[in-house]
């Protein structure tokens, strides 16, 4: 007996996972790993403030309970963004 294929993902955006070193979400049928030390302002967030992310025009990652924004092309190009926030 073989298991039904599962169906796409009705979401554009989601965080798929938390971990010890970082986040990833699942953005428009890609992943992405942004891990703590680069973004240090979801260390210490509360889970359910991680998991309300929004997509904004296409293109801008938006967390509203922690005021971060992201542009998909910074986590597509990171070269392309070298500086990066230090505390």
Do not use: C
């Not at 309300?52 to 296409?58: D, F, G, I």
Request: avoid cysteine; aromatic fraction near 14%.
């Amino acid at each position: 007996m073989r298991s039904q294929r599962h169906g796409k993902s009705t979401s554009e955006v989601e965080v798929i996972n938390i971990s010890n070193h970082g986040i990833w979400l699942f953005v428009k049928e890609s992943e992405y790993f942004l891990p703590f030390e680069e973004y240090p302002w979801f260390r210490k967030a509360k889970v359910k403030e991680i998991y309300n992310l929004k997509l904004l025009q296409e293109h801008h990652l938006y967390w509203p309970d922690l005021d971060v924004d992201l542009e998909l092309e910074s986590l597509e190009h990171p070269n392309e963004y070298p500086l990066i926030f230090k505390n």
